[in-house]
């Protein structure tokens, strides 16, 4: 904290409330997503989580992603359809649809369409009729995986090969799909991520304790590039222990984190993620974050965590909905959804005054930036990189290590750590999680 002995003794007038006005508009490039923007075409090159398997019946069921509204079914041969809200005929909703055996066939004229939008039968029409040949309805493909379903919406001679991520195949760990949602921009959203300080502000000292009370300790906080992304590194002294976690951004819209209630009191190595989540555009001014809430022993040892409330609309920690608090108490205790929606619907970038807490915000959208520009240009952007076994290796983890370091030595303790871990993305999680443990036994700290 600054001491009063080190303010700025020069500082601009007060008052300023009529002077200080901004016409500045949001940051079109990084925040707007309609097909045709340069963000919204950098978004559709990779998979996105659309839904979860259990909110589809029997029935049809529009959802909006990307500014586009679609309509997501499942017909009775088991395979599942994601295709313009619109009927290719006249326009009728594909809602009102009703399911086949193959595909869905419009309410309005029997037009009956596969998963893949071709024309199976033009309603009256002959089975012959041209029609079949000339028209087709606007479709994604999708891919279920551990109870949410993902879709591809770029162009389709560029669709990526489906991703597998390396703490989806950890033994013992019970993963609940869940999504959120927020009414504002989908940027905000996802840059809460990388700008760890938050934690100490808005959950600890603004609103008391919101999890683990050793997440409001002061933190040493850097920011590394990964091979997915970027990793921020927070190193805490919780008593005797060093606590070393990293919190991975999975450009461009993904993310890991570590324990919720995480109180670093135990000796461990390269404990892994306690959520993996999108944070999924419906359109400009609203976001659905879809993922898996992830349950172990190891990450949840005081089984703090409650599976029951995990789902649509429903998380078991802390200010992440309207709903589950009246407006007195998110007054009081704000947490992450007061926060990020309140910053507009659209926050404007060029109305903020970015300092040096907020170096890890500055560097996602660069980086978001320049993959932006890249596939405006006409390039490819990168996709994760496939790690053992064909899997997208992964960096969020936690490190906690019994030894008592001063502020420099503890940096560079957690930069060690993290070095390794972004150094092992190779290898098993048997071995990453001992490549972690021998570096930190390593770890001599410097004489003075
Ligand atoms: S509007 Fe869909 S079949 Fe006519
Ligand atoms: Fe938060």
């Given amino acids: 904290m600054t001491s009063a002995m080190n303010q700025p003794t020069e500082r601009p007038a007060g008052f300023q409330g009529y002077v200080h006005q ?39 069921l529009v959802v909006k992603i990307l500014g586009e509204e679609l309509v997501l079914f499942r017909d009775k041969s088991n395979s599942v359809g994601l295709l313009h809200k619109h009927c290719a005929h006249r326009g009728a909703s594909l809602e009102y649809g009703i399911i086949a055996e193959r595909g869905i066939i419009c309410c309005y004229h029997g037009w009956h369409y596969d998963v893949d939008g071709t024309l199976i039968r033009a309603g009256s029409e002959r089975l012959d009729s041209p029609i079949c040949k000339n028209v087709v309805q606007g479709a994604y493909p999708v891919t279920e995986k551990d109870g949410i379903l993902f879709t591809y919406m770029g162009p389709p001679d560029k669709r990526p090969d489906f991703p597998e991520y390396d703490t989806q195949h950890l033994p013992g760990v019970e993963r609940i799909p869940f999504s959120l949602t927020t009414p504002c921009n989908w940027l905000q959203v996802y840059e809460n991520t990388q700008d760890p300080i938050h934690v100490l502000h808005l959950h600890t000292r603004s609103s008391g304790v919101q999890f683990g009370v050793a997440s409001g300790v002061d933190q040493i906080i850097e920011y590394e590039t990964s091979p997915t992304g970027m990793i921020n590194i927070q190193t805490r002294q919780v008593e005797e222990y060093t606590w070393v976690r990293t919190v ?6 993904a993310n890991q984190t570590g324990a919720i209630w995480e109180e670093a009191e135990a000796e ?38 409650d599976r029951s409330l995990v789902g649509k609309e429903s998380i078991d920690f802390v200010g992440q909905t309207e709903d589950e608090r009246s407006y007195h108490e998110r007054q009081q205790q704000p947490g992450d959804f007061e926060a990020q929606v309140s910053q507009r619907p659209i926050a404007i970038h060029a109305r903020e005054n970015l300092a040096s807490s907020d170096s ?89």
């Fill in 360 to 448: 890890g915000v500055a560097r996602l959208r660069q980086l978001l930036r320049g993959h932006v520009r890249n596939v405006a240009k006409g390039n490819d952007p990168p996709q994760p990189p496939r790690g053992y076994k064909g899997w997208v290796s992964t960096y969020t983890q936690d490190t906690v290590y019994p030894i008592t370091l001063d502020a420099l030595q503890r940096q560079e303790f957690g930069r060690a750590v993290a070095d390794t871990v972004l150094e092992t993305g190779d290898l098993n999680h048997e071995n990453r999680t001992r490549s972690v443990k021998k570096r930190c036994k390593k770890y001599v700290p410097p004489t003075s």
């Fill in 22 to 60: 901004s016409q500045a508009r949001e940051d079109e490039e990084l925040t707007h997503v309609d097909h045709g923007t340069s963000c919204g075409e950098y978004l559709r090159r990779f998979w996105q989580p659309v839904a979860m398997s259990s909110e589809l019946g029997e029935l049809p």
């Fill in 268 to 305: 461990k190595y390269f404990q892994r993620t306690a959520i993996l989540r999108w944070m999924v555009p419906i359109d400009n001014f609203s976001t659905r974050t879809i993922g898996w809430r992830d349950y172990s022993s190891e990450t949840d040892p005081r089984d703090q965590g």
């Fill in 248 to 253: 991975e951004a999975i450009l461009p819209n």
